[in-house]
Nanobody, 115 residues
Framework: QVQLVESGGGLVQPGGSLRLSCAAS????????MGWYRQAPGKQRELVVS???????DYADSVKGRFTISRDNAMSTVSLQMNSLEPEDTAVYYC?????????WGKGTLVTVSS
C-alpha cells in the first residue's frame, strides 16, 4: 500500500505562483510513476504531469512552460511548481502514484486562481 498526502494549495491571483508537495509513505520502493492530476468543477479528472522513476516527464500541453515537476530519488516526495497561473488552472489537484499497475491517490488540495 501507498499513502499520499498533498499540501500547498490555496488562493492565488492570476499570474501568481504556487508550489504543491506530495509526501508518499508505505511501499514506496516499488513506485514506478508519480504525478499530478486535477479536476475542475463539472469536468473530468485530467493528467497535469507525471514523472517516472527514471525521470521521464509527461506534461499536459496546457501547462508546458509554466509548471515544473520534481521528485526525490526515493520517490517519497514529488513537488509541482506552478507559475503564471491562470483562472483555468483552478481545480482540485490530486497526487498520484502507480505501483505495479495499481493507482494510488491523495485526497486532493484545492487551487483557486482568482483576482
Amino acid at each position: 500500500q501507498v499513502q499520499l498526502v498533498e499540501s500547498g494549495g490555496g488562493l492565488v491571483q492570476p499570474g501568481g505562483s504556487l508550489r504543491l508537495s506530495c509526501a508518499a509513505s508505505g511501499s514506496i520502493s516499488s513506485i514506478n510513476v508519480m504525478g499530478w492530476y486535477r479536476q475542475a468543477p463539472g469536468k473530468q479528472r485530467e493528467l497535469v504531469v507525471s514523472i517516472t522513476k527514471g525521470g521521464t516527464t509527461d506534461y499536459a500541453d496546457s501547462v508546458k512552460g509554466r509548471f515544473t515537476i520534481s521528485r526525490d530519488n526515493a520517490m517519497s516526495t514529488v513537488s509541482l511548481q506552478m507559475n503564471s497561473l491562470e483562472p483555468e488552472d483552478t481545480a482540485v489537484y490530486y497526487c498520484n502514484a502507480k505501483r505495479w499497475g495499481v493507482n494510488y491517490w491523495g485526497k486532493g488540495t484545492l487551487v483557486t486562481v482568482s483576482s
